[in-house]
């Protein structure tokens, strides 16, 4: 037995010997490896696919499908479509992820090959490992021509590759939702600000304005003064009036008794003309000394109150902005469980394999005999 064992090598080192070694070294071992990895050792890995979008109203350049899907009431922003790409493959949605799905346990099964498990040693079963892990398996991408997100989870059962596309779109659609309410909340809480302090302002304004006519027993100093300034002008016509009968009476008549009478009502029309025109300007309680702050006082209240209407008015603007400024994450394409394992192509990798070990052998074999040849 053992002789025959020492004849079959012997015989193996004589074709082995025999052959083009640079062939054997360059073709057919890299072929052999291929054939045996992609044929026996490597894992099924399944791929879920799912296309999105993430519209905004605001969007106004449609192109392609794009302006398909606008038409149908969709609208695509691309800016904030990388937010969402960039957050799927961040460590937080890995985090979450992990906690829902138990990813080591996932990536890391025995039944997975060594050279695609996750920590196949046991030495680094750290987040950062999990994290370079995970990146690996995940693909989200814009596609140019539709605006359209493509996302690809690729995992090595069909259920787990379903269920991270499916967390990952819930995910995002909760990532958009809290975006929403931080920008509505930050436009519509300046606005309300803006209103709270113009009408603690217009209150203020209103409650000293009330405290100013309470102190004074004056509703409207300027009104007031008008009816006072129409008593005066109507006693001024009467002492005209009784002034010129004086005359008349004392030109004709010299010795009338009714001379000291209309004396007298010249001097009491006088009196209480001097007596009203205090009322209105030059004396301290006068209506025109009071004027003063009740203007200052009424002009403080129609501002205030013209800026709570401006605020007010930018009030529901900023709500009205906050509603138009709303993002959507809209589902084209709902996460597939496939049922059969898309990767590896095992023919290709091991025909790319044969192909470029030939490439590198005829390479080879001709710098190779150029050497001779020079050396000869």
Do not use: C
Not at 29 to 39: D, K, S
Not at 246 to 259: D, E, G, K, N
């Amino acid at each position: 037995m053992k002789k025959q064992f020492k004849e079959v090598f012997r015989g193996l080192r004589s074709r082995f010997a025999g052959s083009n070694r640079l062939f054997t070294l360059t073709v057919l071992l890299p072929t052999f490896i291929a054939v045996v990895y992609f044929g026996l050792i490597k894992s099924d890995v399944y791929i879920s696919e799912s296309h999105f979008i993430v519209r905004t109203p605001q969007r106004q350049v449609p192109t392609g499908l794009e302006a398909v899907l606008q038409g149908a009431g969709f609208s695509g922003s691309t800016e904030d479509a990388h937010s969402v790409h960039d957050y799927m493959e961040s460590r937080d949605a890995l985090r979450e992820i992990d906690r829902t799905l138990d990813l080591r346990a996932a990536f890391g099964s025995g039944s997975v090959d060594p050279f695609s498990r996750f920590n196949p040693l046991g030495l680094d079963d750290s987040f950062e490992a999990l994290f370079r892990h995970y990146q690996r398996l995940i693909e989200v991408y814009l596609s140019a021509s539709s605006s359209i997100s493509v996302l690809k989870v690729r995992a090595f059962t069909s259920e787990d590759a379903y269920r991270i596309n499916e967390l990952l779109l819930g995910m995002s659609e909760s990532l958009i939702n809290q975006l929403n309410e931080r920008g509505r909340n930050d436009l519509i809480s300046y606005a309300q600000a803006e209103v709270d302090l113009a009408a603690r302002k217009s209150q203020a304004a209103s409650i000293e304005l009330a405290a100013y006519r309470n102190r004074h027993g004056l509703v409207d100093p300027l009104n007031q003064s008008a009816l006072q300034l129409q008593h005066v002008s109507k006693l001024q016509d009467e002492y005209i009036a009784v002034k010129t009968r004086l005359a008349q009476v004392t030109t004709f008549t010299p010795r009338s008794p009714q001379i000291p009478g209309l004396k007298n009502s010249l001097a009491t029309i006088e009196g209480e003309i001097e007596n009203e025109m205090n009322k209105v300007a030059g004396s301290k309680p006068s209506l025109s000394s009071k004027a003063v702050e009740y203007q200052r006082l009424a002009l403080e209240l129609e501002f205030a109150e013209k800026q709570l209407a401006a605020a007010m008015t930018s009030l529901e603007q900023a709500r009205s902005e906050a509603q138009r400024k709303q993002l959507y994450l809209e589902r084209i394409v709902q996460p597939n469980k496939p049922d059969v394992a898309i990767e590896p192509r095992r023919f290709r990798a091991i025909l790319t394999t044969f192909l470029v070990g030939l490439i590198a052998w005829g390479i080879l074999s001709m710098l190779i005999a150029g050497v001779k040849e020079h050396h000869d």
